[in-house]
Every structure is written in C-alpha cells, then in structure tokens.
C-alpha cells in the first residue's frame, strides 16, 4: 500500500513546482525589475517552454491512464517525478527518500449470510434467487440497507431457460443485418415496404402538427381557456389505444395479426376523416373532434413503433429485425414532420392552425386509407405465394 498511497503526494509536490515557475517568468516580464541571487538566475534560465512542456506531456499522457489512486499510471508519475527531482539535486524531506508511508484502510461487505430475492407480482408467481456470488457490491462506504444501495447481477451466472426446439420451430430468429441483408429486405418487400412508409410519414406529419398547435387549435375553436383540455382528451385516447393494441396478443397467427394492424390503421384514418367532416359541418363540438382524430391517429401511429413490422417479419420467416425498418420509417416521417412545420410558418399563408390541420386530416386520411389498403392486398397476395395454409405461422 506504501508505494501507491505515497505517490500522490509526490504528483502534488510535482504540480505545485512547476506550476510555481511559469509565474515567476511572467512576473519578471510585468513587474519591476528585482535583484535576483546567481542561484535563482540559474534556475530561471535552466527553465524553457521545451522542459516544461516535456514534463507536462508525459504526467498527462495516456500511457498513465488517467493516474487512478491506486493504479500503475500513478505509480509511473510518482517514478518519473522523483527521479527528476535526483536530477534537480533536491533533497529527499523524509529518511526513505521521497516517498512516505501510510496507512490505508478497507472494508469489504461480508457476504456469507447474504440473501437476495427478485419478486414478480403479488403472488410471487415469478422470483429470482440471488447467490453471494452472483452480486457484484460497489460502494464507498459500509454494507447498510438504508442507504439504498445498488447491486449489479451478473445475468450470465443466472439459470435461464433455453428455447426448445418446438420453440425455435414456431419463431424467427431476430438478428442484426449488414448493408447487403437490408438491401436485400428491401428489395423483398419493396412495394408493400414503400406504402407503409409513405403511410407512416403522413401519420406523423399529422400527429405531430396535432401535437405541437394543440394550443392554438383550441384557442381557434373557443375552447382556450380550459388548461384541462389536454387532460380530457389525451388520457382517454391513450387507455382505448393501448387496450386495442394489447388485445393483438390474443391473436396468435402472425399474418392474421399483421393484417389486422393494416385494418386498425384504416380505421384510424377513418375516424379521423368522419370527425373531421362532422366537425366542418357543424355536427361536431372542438373538443369530441379534437378526441376523435386524438384517437384514430394514434391507432394508426401506434402500430409502426414495432408491432406491425414484427409481426410481418414472423409472418414470412424472414430473419432480420424490424429496427432497421423502424429507424427508416421514423427518419422519413420526422423529416416529412419538420418540412411542413417549415412550410406552415414561414410560408405567405394566413390559414388559421385549425383550417390547416383539417385540410390535412382530409388530404392524409383519404391517401392514407387507400395505400394501407394496397398494402395489405400486397402483403396478403406475396405471403399466399410463399406459404401454404397448413404452413400458417404463429406465436407459441
């Protein structure tokens, strides 16, 4: 423990003494002139931007690693500074040279009595054993529960159970995929891969603008007032949409599923082209049109974060993942998002934000329906092409 302790002093003692230089040679340079012994003009003139910087470079370099307490970088700098300071003729302050010894004191956490449980659930249907050596304990004081402390598992030491082969029969392994196998994936599917992309790039221009001018779409329709809009008709929107999206795991053929994620979309288009046109005509208050296109968007929206594009992948067996497809859709359809915030407010226009928004419900809705529809006839034709019915895939 000596050598490592004690070489922090030395860096100190280094920095404080080399640093101490520079300033002496820019207070000759300003200040007035002062009678300096021989032994000091000595020692200014032996200093240079050479020496100094050939010092600093090498305490600083990465061969040192950061000089960590304790680590072998630090042990070099302590080398190095001591045997510059022999060189300089400076005297040792201590009887073992430059060094001194201290005292450093450990403590480890006992873990012969330790337990740890992961519970799942109310029941405790799933829990998870932890082992004395399966936990890594980091902290720079004592083992004690109320400090909250945190542990880090070692997942591989963990039993988990493997895929059996009826497992791996029924699924489609994910994996990451060279610039030739996206190529490829999207020459597969191109025509069917284009329309949902197109698809989701009108979802999100649409969600987006519905989003970012809610306030001044409510403000247009008299309703500007009321803070708690946004409360009324985002939390009913999102608990409709997340339990339709959550009953699609009921649906265990995949082709069946990923179809079905095409028939929500078009009803998402749909109810947002009706409460829309209600809404013109005078047949619909702000706030229900407001709700039902809150609605229909994100049923549309909703599907393309990842449902649809893994249920297609398992419907064909084809091995891939659907983030490439994912990140493709969402950089389209943010950058189609940011063309028309660009062309709203720095365009010569005065169309209010309420008669902008629903000129593009009308235009996106109507386009929107018929390439999800296409899409789905695409994908339907390609999968009874490759497949049998008796080959009909599912989740197990």
């Not at 890594?136 to 880090?152: E, G, H, P, W």
């Not at 053929?253 to 998402?268: C, K, T």
């Amino acid at each position: 423990m000596s050598k490592r302790a004690h070489s922090v002093l030395a860096v100190l003692v280094f920095a404080a003494a080399i640093s101490f230089v520079p300033a002496r040679i820019v207070s000759s340079q300003t200040a007035p002139a002062v009678s300096l012994s021989a032994e000091e003009k000595a020692v200014i003139e032996r200093v240079s931007e050479d020496s100094l910087k050939g010092n600093l470079s090498f305490i600083a370099s990465d061969l040192l690693e950061g000089r960590a307490t304790p680590s072998r970088g630090l042990d070099l700098a302590a080398e190095y500074i001591a045997a510059q300071f022999r060189r300089a003729g400076i005297e040792p302050a201590v009887d073992n040279g430059y060094f001194q010894t201290v005292t450093w004191k450990l403590s480890e956490p006992v873990l012969d009595d330790f337990d740890l449980k992961i519970i799942n659930g109310p029941a405790a249907a799933d829990t998870i054993v932890l082992k004395p050596s399966q936990v890594t304990y980091q902290s720079d004081n004592r083992l004690m529960i109320d400090n909250a402390l945190v542990f880090k598992v070692d997942a591989s030491k963990l039993d988990v159970e493997k895929p059996t082969e009826a497992d791996v029969l029924v699924r489609t392994e994910r994996k990451p995929m060279n610039k030739k196998e996206r190529i490829d994936f999207i020459k597969t599917f191109f025509p069917g891969l284009f329309m949902l992309v197109i698809v989701y790039i009108m979802l999100t221009i649409i969600r987006d603008y519905r989003s970012n001018f809610a306030a001044n779409i409510w403000k247009e329709t008299g309703h500007g007032n009321d803070i708690s809009l946004f409360t009324k008709t985002e939390i009913p929107s999102s608990l409709l949409v997340l339990v339709l999206m959550s009953l699609l795991v009921y649906i265990k053929s995949n082709i069946r599923a990923f179809l079905v994620n095409h028939f929500l979309i078009v009803i998402g288009f749909a109810l947002s082209l009706c409460g829309t046109l209600l809404f013109v005509y005078s047949h619909l208050s702000g706030f229900w049109w407001m709700t039902i296109t809150g609605i229909g968007l994100y049923m549309g929206y909703v599907p393309f974060n990842c449902m649809l594009f893994e249920r297609m992948i398992a419907s064909f067996r084809y091995v891939s993942n659907a983030c490439f497809i994912i990140y493709v859709a969402d950089s389209f359809g943010y950058l189609g998002s940011d063309v028309v915030l660009l062309l709203k407010n720095f365009s010569n226009s005065s169309i209010s934000y309420s008669d902008f928004f629903v000129k593009m419900i009308l235009a996106i809705s109507a386009l929107g329906t018929g390439l999800t529809i296409l899409s789905s006839i695409y994908f339907k034709s390609k999968y009874q092409r490759y497949f049998t019915p008796s080959s009909n895939l599912s989740y197990a």
